[in-house]
């Protein structure tokens, strides 16, 4: 039996989460001078590589099945390549990309597997997350209350086309 404990629960809660798992595998990272990591936001594995976004140095590490260190896309800046902070990062499955969010400068960009860079879009309101679909659309969520001027309903859940419209809410 696996137990996880929930830390942020309001009592100390634990769950078997074993009937979800077919395979456990401890994985040891390869820390070196370009691969600390200071604050785990969210991991990802894909295609025999471990992404980890770390939100307080605002790199996405990248690591092989192993735990070999690959590389890192950390770009902080103001040039038309970088980033304010990384907040959410997903893998855009279809397209195999790596596709990075920056709320604070509103743009989503994206990466091949490599970690090249290939474009970025201005986010056009306010959103809170974003996931890549399938048709190179975007599903995200958004508070309606910071958008007052954007929205003229209240809705949270929407899906944005390839150019940035609201297509679905």
């Known amino acids: 039996m696996e137990i996880i404990k929930l830390m942020d629960a309001p009592t100390n809660t634990s769950i078997d989460i074993s009937p979800f798992l077919d395979t456990i595998k401890y994985v040891k990272l390869e820390l070196t001078e370009e691969s600390i990591i200071g604050y785990i936001q969210k991991l990802t594995v894909y295609e025999d590589r471990i992404y980890i976004l770390d939100t307080q140095t605002s790199p996405l590490f990248v690591f092989n ?3 070999e260190y690959l590389f890192k896309i950390s770009n902080v800046g103001q040039g038309p390549k970088e980033y304010s902070q990384l907040d959410f990062f997903d ?3 279809k397209n195999k990309q790596i596709v990075l969010t ?3 400068g509103y743009w989503i960009m994206k990466y091949d597997l490599d970690g ?3 474009n970025r879009k201005k986010i056009p309101f306010w959103i809170e997350g ?3 679909c399938h048709d190179n659309g ?3 969520y958004a508070n309606y209350r910071k958008n007052k001027t954007t929205m003229k309903k209240e809705y ?3 899906y944005l086309d390839s ?3 609201i297509t679905k809410v």
Request: a negative charge; hydrophobic letters at 60%.
């Open 138 to 140: 975007y599903a995200i």
């Open 130 to 132: 974003i996931v890549p």
């Open 116 to 118: 090249h860079f290939i």
């Open 65 to 67: 099945i192993n735990g």
């Open 163 to 165: 150019l940035m419209n």
């Open 102 to 104: 920056d709320l604070m």
């Open 91 to 93: 893998i855009d499955f």
């Open 156 to 158: 949270n859940l929407m």
